[in-house]
């Protein structure tokens, strides 16, 4: 997100947490700004016995068309007249993912340019986090 549109800076937070408030967060919902652009954060998990698929689901609306990135590794498009699946001439988004991330891995190990996440990106993310547990 703030490689796509800049820092992010929190706005407003809520976490849920069970009773007793000795486990970790079971929900999180975060109001977020980034270079002027509205982010809204949703998050959760079954966590209290619950068992269920894991889903994960980044949405960019724009002016011309919407990205949805989709179950970690997978891209629909859509212009307004339903989604188009993106990435389709890659046989296993998932293995290939694991491919560029490793690649990645020996590029920086190597001293070569990479797309790997600076500390100084971790460290922004993790505030982000922080800041939103804090809320």
């Not at 100084?120 to 993310?125: E, G, T």
């Amino acid at each position: 997100m703030e490689r796509l549109f800049g820092r992010a800076r929190l706005v407003s937070a809520h976490c849920r947490y069970p009773d007793g408030g000795v486990a970790a967060e079971t929900h999180a919902l975060a109001m977020m700004d980034c270079g002027g652009l509205p982010v809204t954060f949703a998050g959760g998990t079954g966590g209290l016995g619950n068992s269920g698929a894991d889903r994960v689901d980044f949405t960019i609306w724009g002016r011309r068309a919407t990205y949805r990135l989709y179950d970690w590794n997978r891209l629909r498009v859509s212009t307004g007249d339903g989604w188009e699946e993106r990435l389709t001439d890659i046989a296993d988004t998932r293995q290939e993912g694991y491919r560029r991330q490793l690649l990645n891995l020996g590029r920086f190990a190597a001293g070569e340019p990479h797309r790997m996440a600076t500390f100084a990106d971790a460290l922004s993310v993790q505030e982000l986090v922080e800041a939103i547990l804090a809320a």
